[in-house]
Every structure is written in structure tokens, then in C-alpha cells.
């Protein structure tokens, strides 16, 4: 089982939003048979059979082993991957575009590059799982509290000042054999700020 899994097809994406499956789904963390999953989610066992089947046919659970009680085969499931999470390419029809409208104080504009974001990691890591590789990453992830407005934009001017620099000192498109990597940096409120923080002091 994968900690993370990312489902790029439309018809997996669409069994994964269906609530009873997703019960089922987070049900499956630890491997059990459908008798088993009924008892614990309130449903009939043919009902549970039926989702298990949906979930299968994605490749959203899998077969762990099969147990012979009497005439019967049970089949014991378990959930590929602790967690999942949608690609973009599940709706490519209507996936933003971050070359659209380029704006780096644009909150739409960070949506849409986070949202290629997973889309390209979650590329990389469904081709490095079938190649049984690992990805190549380095993600820095932390909170910072500004003391006022001032203080963010002289610090996002310094952040991309630095960032410039690093990106030219390294960049090399003329060696043989380099590989291109893309950097995204994104500085966003946090969704819950330190007790007594007031909105107008994160604004």
C-alpha cells in the first residue's frame, strides 16, 4: 500500500466521490472481506460487493488473499493507498491553465500552478511507481508571521530576488545529459493564524 496515490483517470476519479465508496475506501486502510466491511459500514453484503467491484475494476483496492469458508471464496480487499488525490488530468477538458494569466499576486493564478503542481508530481510518481523508482524532490514547507504588510512585501521582493540568483547560477542549458526541473514558491495566509491574531493584522 502507497501512503499517496493520485488518480488521473475520470471514471476512478468518479468512484472515488462517491460517498459509499469512500467510506469504503477509508474502511479498507486495513485489509477485510466484504462480509466484514458490511458489519462495520451498515450495509448488505451484495451492496458492499457491488462498490468493492467498481473500486476494483480502478485500481482502487486490491486483492490481498482469498479464504475458503465451507462452498464460499472469500475475497479479502485492501485500499492501494492510504490516501488519494484527484489530478487535473481527470478533467482535462477544464484544467487551468497557468500560462493563461500569469500573475504572481494572483491567488487564481497560485491555484492554477499548484493544480499543474499535482498534476506533474503526480505524473512522475505514477511512472516512477511502474518503473519501481524513486522521484527526485526537495520540498520546503513553513509558517511565518509577518509583523505587518511592509514586512511580507520586502520579504517576497527579497525571495524572489534570491531565487533569481540561484536559478542563474545553476541553470546550465548547454551540459549533456542535464535534466530540467521546475521550482514553485508560493506564500499564501495561513487558514488558521496564531490565537489573538486579528484579520486586519493579516491582511
Same mark, same amino acid.
Not at 472469500?74 to 487535473?88: F, G, K, N, Q
Not at 484544467?95 to 500569469?102: E, K, N
Given at each position: 500500500m502507497f @501512503?499517496?496515490?493520485?488518480?488521473?483517470?475520470? #471514471? $476512478?476519479?468518479? #468512484?472515488?466521490?462517491?460517498?459509499t465508496r469512500a467510506r469504503l475506501l477509508a474502511a479498507l486502510a486495513e485489509p477485510a472481506?466484504?462480509?466484514m466491511l458490511a458489519t462495520r459500514v451498515g450495509l448488505a453484503r451484495q451492496k458492499v460487493n457491488y462498490h468493492l467491484r467498481a473500486l476494483e475494476q480502478h485500481g482502487l483496492i486490491e486483492l490481498?488473499? &482469498?479464504r475458503r469458508r465451507g462452498n464460499v471464496t &472469500?475475497?479479502?480487499?485492501?485500499? +492501494? =493507498? $492510504?490516501?488519494?488525490?484527484?489530478?487535473?488530468l481527470a478533467l482535462a477538458a477544464v /484544467?487551468? @491553465?497557468? =500560462? /493563461? +494569466?500569469?500573475d504572481r499576486l494572483s491567488a487564481r493564478w497560485l491555484l492554477a500552478v499548484s493544480a499543474r503542481l499535482v498534476q506533474d508530481v503526480g505524473a512522475l510518481i505514477t511512472a516512477?511507481?511502474?518503473a519501481r523508482k524513486r522521484v527526485a524532490t !526537495? +520540498?520546503?514547507? $513553513? @509558517?511565518?508571521? !509577518? =509583523?505587518? =504588510?511592509?514586512? /511580507?512585501a520586502a520579504f517576497t521582493d527579497e525571495l524572489a530576488?534570491?531565487? +533569481?540568483?540561484l536559478v542563474g547560477k545553476y541553470h546550465d542549458e548547454r551540459t549533456t545529459g542535464g535534466r530540467a526541473h521546475r521550482v514553485v514558491l508560493a506564500l499564501h495566509p495561513s487558514l488558521n493564524p496564531p490565537t489573538g491574531t486579528t484579520e486586519s493584522e493579516e491582511s
Open positions: @501512503d499517496i496515490a493520485v488518480i488521473e483517470d475520470p #471514471a $476512478a476519479a468518479e #468512484a472515488s466521490l462517491d460517498p472481506s466484504a462480509t490481498v488473499e &482469498e &472469500e475475497r479479502v480487499m485492501r485500499a +492501494t =493507498a $492510504a490516501s488519494y488525490v484527484i489530478s487535473p /484544467r487551468p @491553465d497557468p =500560462a /493563461r +494569466t500569469p516512477a511507481d511502474r !526537495f +520540498t520546503i514547507d $513553513a @509558517d511565518i508571521r !509577518f =509583523a505587518s =504588510a511592509a514586512d /511580507r530576488a534570491t531565487v +533569481t540568483r
